[in-house]
């Protein structure tokens, strides 16, 4: 089973786009939180088939109106701010926030924790088991904690449950191509 994994996205629907185009064959999606608006929910849901399971971050501030349009998308759900399920016999957990999935992935009880919110992308073991994701940001930049902003290559990743490994990818000049 191959998971599409973004976070991060801040209305860049033009990055989005790409990333939709390339991950359409994947078997399900998780957004690690900060869509930001909520026509953002309608282009994913246009745009991916399969199940789509979303936890909130701290940048998606109409949490009523996102909400409010799942209910026509079928194979959208949402989490709040933690989901955990079973992918391909895999258990795994998601979490917007970097500190708290990888306390979250400390624990060893799960094979894989998918987490954003600091635009960083990172693939590691964290704990004895436990595959730590953050696909960084389909936004493409990151910032330093002082509210100063660096570009950097919008990115996402796809999990592979058969294998329990994940492979980045980032979109340049519209094209995507492998990460890390």
Request: net charge negative; aromatic share 12%; with cysteine.
């Amino acid at each position: 089973m191959r998971i599409a994994i973004l976070s991060d996205i801040h209305d860049h629907v033009w990055n989005l786009a790409v990333a939709l185009e390339f991950v359409r064959d994947a078997d399900a999606m998780v957004c690690c939180g900060d869509l930001c608006s909520p026509f953002v929910l309608d282009q994913l849901a246009r745009g991916f088939g399969g199940p789509i399971h979303i936890v909130f971050g701290n940048n998606d501030a109409d949490t009523y109106r996102i909400t409010a349009k799942t209910p026509g998308y079928p194979h959208v759900r949402l989490y709040g701010e933690f989901f955990e399920a079973t992918f391909g016999g895999r258990r795994v957990a998601v979490n917007h926030f970097h500190n708290i999935a990888l306390a979250i992935a400390a624990s060893d009880e799960y094979e894989a924790v998918f987490y954003g919110h600091n635009h960083v992308f990172r693939i590691h073991m964290a704990g004895e088991r436990t595959l730590a994701v953050n696909p960084g940001s389909i936004m493409g930049c990151q910032f330093d904690g002082q509210a100063n902003r660096t570009d950097v290559a919008p990115t996402f990743a796809i999990y592979d449950t058969g294998t329990g490994m994940a492979q980045g990818y980032r979109i340049e000049g519209g094209a995507v191509v492998a990460h890390g």
